[in-house]
């Protein structure tokens, strides 16, 4: 068993993105990333600041747009606002939202061309028609890391544990837009683990801590958590009982330090991208 090393791909990608802001900085563009907060919660709040860092460290402009105890309307204006703004290449709206309120539903009034997170219906459709687009940062970095260990996805047998519109759905769209053949399992699947042994590739994006244990994986297999569970004492486990399934399985993504890393890089990558289309679409 080895250990898919997030951060050292993350590390990797942020370089490539200080290279392409420096780029763009010199060309009198300097790329910028908007992220609206409809939340005074503070662990949001924290992951917003580690976000801003992470960009500005890297040569990314960051805009915490925050709003005190918004509605639907509120929201939706403030992304037609930075939709809006050419000086804005990439929109975050971040969750949690007001009771009610959906992502998919605000997520529309955000420009599919700063969509550098998913969020805009119409980028899930497009990713499901196979063509380009921004897929949610998350997803796209469990392909990120499956293509950084070189493994052939082309016929592999993918399971995907998690159905959700923000991880699990695109996550099996870009597995299959690889031509893996994926199966995708959720709440009322039967018999999980059966199905989950039969994957070369398991992707687990549950939200329970520990829930995958060994006897879900077949010997050899890539595992990639993408679970982010808080533990009692502070810390963060993820969906996979990484101590029983790391003799197991072939290769594995532990948590902190899989696809975490590499979900906030591609955040940066987005938004470079999303800089450098702007000059195209105007
Ligand atoms: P979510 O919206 O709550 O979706 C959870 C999915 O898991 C649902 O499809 C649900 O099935 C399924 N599920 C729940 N219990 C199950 C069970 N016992 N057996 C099989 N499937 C079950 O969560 P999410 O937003 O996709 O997030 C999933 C995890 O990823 C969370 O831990 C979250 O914190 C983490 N996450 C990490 C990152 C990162 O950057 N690392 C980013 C986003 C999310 P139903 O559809 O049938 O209810």
Known sequence: MSDIDGRALAKAIRAEVSEAAAKLRGEGLAPTLAVLVPTDDEGTAWYVRSIKKAAEKEGVDCR??????????EIVAALQELSADPAVHGIICQ????????????????????????????????????????APATSAAVLELLKHEDLVLEGARAVVVGRSTVVGKPAALLLLNESATVTVCHSRTKDLAAVCREADVLVAAVGRAGMIGADFVRPGATVIDVGTNPTAD??????????AVAPVAGRITPVPGG???????????????AAELSRSHG
């Open 259 to 273: 696809v975490g890393p590499v979900t906030t890089a591609l955040l940066l990558r987005h938004t470079v991208q």
């Open 64 to 73: 915490i747009v925050q709003l005190e105890a918004p509605g639907r309307d």
């Open 95 to 134: 969750t949690p939202l007001p009771e009610g309120v959906t992502l998919g539903e605000v997520g529309w009034y955000i420009s599919p061309y700063k969509d550098i997170d998913g969020a805009n219906p119409e980028s899930l459709g497009r990713l499901a028609q196979g063509r380009r687009t921004f």
């Open 234 to 243: 502070g810390g963060l486990v993820g969906d996979v009982d990484y101590a």
